[in-house]
């Protein structure tokens, strides 16, 4: 069993506390063939889209092994193909795969890393399907991506379809205009997060635009500043004003744009004095997170440094003593010199990671509930072990590809996030 699986096991059985749900106990593979949802965890109350992927049954070998036989079988694959395959590691996923990822990050860290891995014939990227698509656009035509599980996806990332995207640029061009100011600066700039499909991606490319990710929102909008009179971000609402709202804009002037309603719900007016306009989309790990718990921990531990993502609603972020990226989050543990309380505002996994790696410090996650990240929870070593034995075949299971007509104006739009690099002196969101 999994550490998440045991951790979920403890509470359940000594009441130290509670799960948000009991499933999460049971091998993801349980929800393989099921009907579509995001499965248990944060997200299993949003509404999936129809034809999301779907994840065929897991071979019976791989569902009845234990964690030592699963471990030892990606270990003895991991040998044989050498450096013919490499696995990227998400820091949200659990232990048992983290273990065997031979690169660890962020996903803008994880982005960057997929370009530098010449000799792999095949990426094996363990987190979700964005992330995937992101790899496969920047990697060399002749890797193969592989997502061990397809379910892995992202309730955010769904909540912006490409549809709803386009309708919406169409009408705020109408609002707008197309021409530029005085400046040469055009009317709007679109940014997606990095939590986003790759169509989104193509979009921005193809409307001058450009992707961010949490470690580099500032840098990536003080970009589009430079060339837009405003930016519509998408689709999480709270990094975007939380980070807009950091380099001083008022929060009056980020009107949410609700894709249900006749222009976002808003009027012309409105939207002409708008500087940033935001999607209406969340992470609902991140939206668990309240100010009430932030008192607690203060409450409770005198001195505590609080610490979340900037994913959170702005209230936490503002209540908190800093918000930053999961890389910061880890940095900034790693640094601490004495011994500290810390509260983190960020998925489970993550946290309980620190806590082992650090234990001179005690750190504890915000919210007191176990609940994951649904769909990083669809990643468990029997995937992993299942598609790296395929390949040890010569079989490639589970390959996620962009269309070209796709995948270029995406690779324009992420390759301009690459090279917004944030200050080196600061990795904060």
Same mark, same amino acid.
């Given at each position: 069993?999994?550490?998440?699986d045991?951790?979920?096991?403890?509470?359940?059985?000594?009441?130290?506390?509670?799960t948000?749900?009991p499933?999460l106990?049971?091998g993801?593979?349980?929800?393989?063939?099921?009907?579509?949802s995001?499965?248990?965890?944060a997200?299993?109350?949003?509404?999936?889209?129809t034809g999301?992927?779907?994840?065929?049954q897991?071979?019976?070998?791989y569902?009845k092994?234990?964690?030592?036989?699963?471990?030892?079988?990606?270990? +003895?694959? $991991?040998a044989?193909? @050498?450096d013919?395959?490499? &696995?990227?590691g998400?820091f949200?996923?659990?232990d048992? !795969?983290?273990?065997?990822?031979?690169?660890?990050?962020?996903?803008?860290?994880?982005?960057?890393?997929?370009?530098?891995?010449?000799?792999?014939?095949?990426?094996i990227?363990?987190?979700?399907?964005?992330?995937a698509?992101?790899?496969?656009?920047?990697a060399?035509s002749?890797?193969?991506v592989i997502l061990?599980?397809?379910a892995?996806?992202?309730?955010?990332a769904?909540m912006?379809?490409?549809?709803?995207?386009?309708?919406?640029?169409?009408?705020l061009?109408?609002?707008y205009?197309?021409e530029p100011?005085?400046?040469g600066?055009?009317?709007?700039?679109?940014?997606t997060?990095?939590?986003?499909?790759? +169509?989104? $991606?193509?979009f921005? @490319?193809?409307?001058g635009? &450009?992707?961010c990710?949490?470690s580099?929102?500032?840098? !990536?909008?003080e970009?589009?500043?430079e060339?837009?009179q405003?930016v519509?971000?998408?689709p999480?609402?709270?990094?975007?004003?939380?980070t807009a709202?950091?380099?001083g804009?008022?929060?009056?002037?980020?009107?949410?744009?609700?894709p249900?309603?006749?222009?976002g719900g808003?009027?012309?007016?409105?939207?002409?004095?708008?500087?940033?306009?935001?999607?209406?989309?969340?992470?609902?790990?991140h939206?668990?997170?309240?100010?009430?718990?932030?008192?607690?921990?203060?409450a409770?531990?005198?001195?505590?440094?609080v610490?979340?993502?900037?994913?959170?609603?702005?209230?936490?972020?503002?209540?908190?003593?800093?918000?930053?990226?999961?890389d910061?989050?880890?940095?900034?543990v790693?640094?601490?010199?004495e011994?500290t309380?810390?509260?983190?505002?960020?998925?489970?996994?993550?946290?309980?990671r620190?806590?082992?790696q650090y234990?001179?410090h005690?750190?504890?996650c915000?919210?007191?509930?176990?609940?994951?990240?649904s769909?990083m929870?669809?990643?468990?070593?029997g995937?992993?072990?299942w598609?790296?034995?395929?390949?040890?075949?010569?079989?490639?299971?589970?390959?996620?590809?962009v269309?070209?007509?796709?995948?270029?104006?995406?690779?324009l739009?992420?390759?301009?996030?690459l090279?917004?690099?944030p200050?080196a002196?600061?990795t904060?969101?």
């Amino acid at each position: 069993m999994s550490s998440i699986d045991s951790t979920i096991q403890r509470i359940t059985t000594t009441g130290e506390g509670e799960t948000c749900a009991p499933e999460l106990a049971d091998g993801p593979w349980t929800f393989d063939l099921a009907l579509p949802s995001y499965g248990p965890g944060a997200s299993m109350g949003d509404v999936i889209p129809t034809g999301a992927p779907r994840q065929g049954q897991l071979p019976l070998e791989y569902q009845k092994a234990s964690n030592d036989d699963l471990n030892a079988r990606i270990v +003895a694959a $991991k040998a044989t193909l @050498g450096d013919r395959a490499v &696995i990227l590691g998400h820091f949200y996923q659990r232990d048992e !795969v983290v273990q065997h990822a031979d690169f660890l990050g962020d996903s803008f860290q994880l982005a960057n890393a997929a370009q530098t891995v010449p000799n792999a014939e095949a990426i094996i990227f363990c987190g979700v399907h964005f992330m995937a698509e992101t790899a496969d656009i920047l990697a060399r035509s002749d890797q193969a991506v592989i997502l061990p599980n397809l379910a892995a996806g992202c309730s955010m990332a769904d909540m912006a379809d490409i549809d709803s995207v386009e309708e919406c640029w169409e009408q705020l061009t109408e609002v707008y205009g197309t021409e530029p100011d005085a400046n040469g600066r055009v009317p709007i700039i679109p940014v997606t997060y990095m939590n986003s499909s790759a +169509a989104l $991606k193509g979009f921005c @490319g193809r409307n001058g635009g &450009i992707v961010c990710t949490s470690s580099n929102a500032t840098t !990536v909008l003080e970009w589009a500043y430079e060339r837009g009179q405003r930016v519509l971000f998408f689709p999480d609402q709270h990094l975007g004003r939380n980070t807009a709202k950091k380099m001083g804009i008022s929060t009056d002037l980020m009107p949410m744009w609700n894709p249900n309603k006749p222009l976002g719900g808003n009027d012309s007016e409105t939207l002409t004095d708008a500087k940033v306009v935001l999607w209406h989309g969340f992470c609902s790990v991140h939206k668990r997170f309240n100010v009430g718990q932030i008192d607690k921990a203060r409450a409770d531990f005198p001195g505590v440094r609080v610490i979340v993502h900037p994913e959170c609603p702005m209230p936490v972020v503002d209540a908190a003593d800093e918000a930053g990226s999961t890389d910061y989050i880890q940095k900034a543990v790693a640094a601490a010199t004495e011994p500290t309380t810390f509260a983190i505002g960020t998925e489970i996994n993550m946290v309980n990671r620190l806590a082992a790696q650090y234990p001179q410090h005690h750190i504890f996650c915000l919210d007191p509930v176990v609940c994951p990240c649904s769909t990083m929870y669809r990643i468990h070593p029997g995937y992993l072990a299942w598609v790296l034995e395929g390949l040890v075949r010569g079989e490639v299971l589970n390959q996620i590809t962009v269309d070209d007509d796709v995948a270029e104006p995406a690779r324009l739009a992420l390759e301009r996030m690459l090279a917004a690099k944030p200050p080196a002196a600061s990795t904060q969101a």
